[in-house]
């Protein structure tokens, strides 16, 4: 059975900084495509960053471009998200989720796999 867990949401203030985890198990991680999207209440799910099998190939938001940087352990299954500079606009639930696509890995349709989400919430 395949699990993604993630952890490391919180409660922070504007300028702060959150790490979020996605440890994987039940799949050979290092086959996977792993992104980061996030969902904010009454808003459509939105593509944060994803990052390639090896981690040399990262892609991300523009909205989040400089201020976030996505990584991966292959020996640990776990996939990061470092979130620095934040702002109340990136108050969301955050999901990783993981692909064996190579195209269209913005789109979450991409994504079989699916965390349970972690809540980020950035208070001014």
């Known amino acids: 059975q395949v699990q993604l867990v993630e952890s490391g949401g919180g409660l922070v203030q504007v300028g702060g900084s959150l790490r979020l985890s996605c440890t994987a198990s039940g799949l050979t991680f290092s086959d996977y495509v792993v992104a980061w999207f996030r969902q904010a209440p009454g808003k459509a799910r939105e593509f944060v960053a994803h990052i390639g099998w090896t981690g040399k190939s990262t892609v991300y938001a523009d909205s989040v471009q400089g201020r976030f940087t996505i990584s991966r352990e292959n020996a640990l299954n776990t996939a990061y998200l470092q979130m620095n500079s934040l702002k109340p606009d990136d108050t969301a639930v955050y999901y990783c989720?993981?692909?064996?696509?190579?195209?269209?890995?913005?789109?979450?349709?991409?994504?079989?796999?699916w965390g349970q989400g972690t809540q980020v919430t950035v208070s001014s």
């Open positions: 989720a993981a692909s064996q696509g190579a195209d269209g890995l913005r789109d979450y349709t991409q994504y079989y796999y």
